[in-house]
C-alpha cells in the first residue's frame, strides 16, 4: 500500500516516513501543501496523512481541491490544532479522521490500518482467504497457521491483493501502489515477486489473466 504524507516540520516528516516504511508501506514525503496537492492529483495513493498548518497551501485548501477534483483516496488530518472548529472545518472538507500531535505512533498505524480496510471494504486488520492470513497490525501472514517469511516488497505486493482479493489487479495497479515515488521502477520485478510469494503460499493462490494481470483466490473455494 502507498501513503503520501504532507508534513512541513523535517523531523516529523522524517519519523512518519521511516515508522510507516517499517510497517510495510511506501511512502513519499511532501513538505509543502502545493507539492502536496500535485502528488495527490498525479499519484495513486492508498491513503494520506495531512497536516493542517502547511506553507504555500493550507491543508484544509489542499483536502478541498483534491475532492473536487474526485479524488476519494482516505485522508486521515494530522495537526497541532485542536480547536472543535478546526476539526470540524477539516472533516467538511472531506478529511475521514483526525489526530492531533502530539501523538502516539501506534495510535496513528491503528488509525491508517482501519481506513485502509474500510477503503477496501474489509472490517478487520486481520485478512483472510482461506487459510491464508495477512495480519496488517503485525505486517506477518501466514498460511495454515504457519508463518511466512516475506521481504518489504513481497509482503506490500500480498497485502496490496490480499485487500483487493478475487478481482484481478493489473501489473501496472502493483507498481504504482508498492513503490514509492523515488525508487526506481520496474514493472519486470513484480513478476518476479508474484513467482517468489507463489512459491511460499502455494502457485495455485495467484492466478495469471493474460494480459490484465493478477488475481489472488482461495483454491479450496473451487474443490
Known amino acids: ?13 522524517r519519523q512518519l516516513k521511516t515508522s510507516l516504511s517499517e510497517a510495510g508501506y511506501a511512502v513519499d514525503l511532501a513538505v509543502d501543501g502545493e507539492d502536496g496537492h500535485y502528488l495527490g492529483e498525479t499519484e495513486p495513493y492508498d ?12 491543508g484544509v485548501r489542499v483536502l478541498e481541491k483534491w475532492r473536487a ?19 470540524v472545518a477539516g472533516f467538511d ?7 492531533t500531535k ?5 495510535e496513528l498505524l491503528a488509525r491508517l490500518r482501519a481506513l485502509l480496510r474500510r477503503s477496501a471494504g474489509h472490517a478487520s ?3 483472510e482467504l482461506g487459510d491464508l492470513r495477512v ?29 483487493y482479493q478475487g478481482r484481478v489487479v493489473p501489473r501496472t495497479e502493483l507498481v504504482e501502489h508498492i513503490y514509492d515515488q523515488d525508487f526506481d521502477r520496474d514493472s519486470n520485478t513484480i513478476e518476479v515477486f508474484v513467482g517468489r510469494l507463489r512459491k511460499k503460499i502455494g502457485s495455485d493462490r495467484i492466478l495469471t489473466e493474460r494480459g490484465l494481470g493478477y488475481r489472488l483466490v482461495d483454491p479450496a473455494a473451487n474443490e
Open 1 to 13: 500500500m502507498r501513503l503520501l504524507v504532507v508534513e512541513d516540520d523535517p523531523d516529523l516528516g
Open 47 to 58: 491513503a494520506v496523512i495531512l497536516d493542517l498548518g502547511l506553507p504555500k497551501m493550507d
Open 69 to 87: 477534483e474526485g479524488k476519494v483516496m482516505p485522508v486521515l488530518i494530522l495537526t497541532a490544532r485542536d480547536r472543535w472548529s478546526e476539526k
Open 93 to 99: 472538507a472531506g478529511a475521514d479522521d483526525y489526530l
Open 102 to 106: 502530539p501523538f502516539i505512533t501506534e
Open 125 to 127: 486488520s486481520a485478512l
Open 135 to 163: 495480519d496488517t497490525s503485525s505486517a506477518r501472514a501466514t498460511v495454515g497457521g504457519q508463518p511466512i517469511k516475506l521481504t518489504a516488497h513481497e509482503y506490500r505486493v500480498l497485502s496490496y491483493m490480499m485487500h
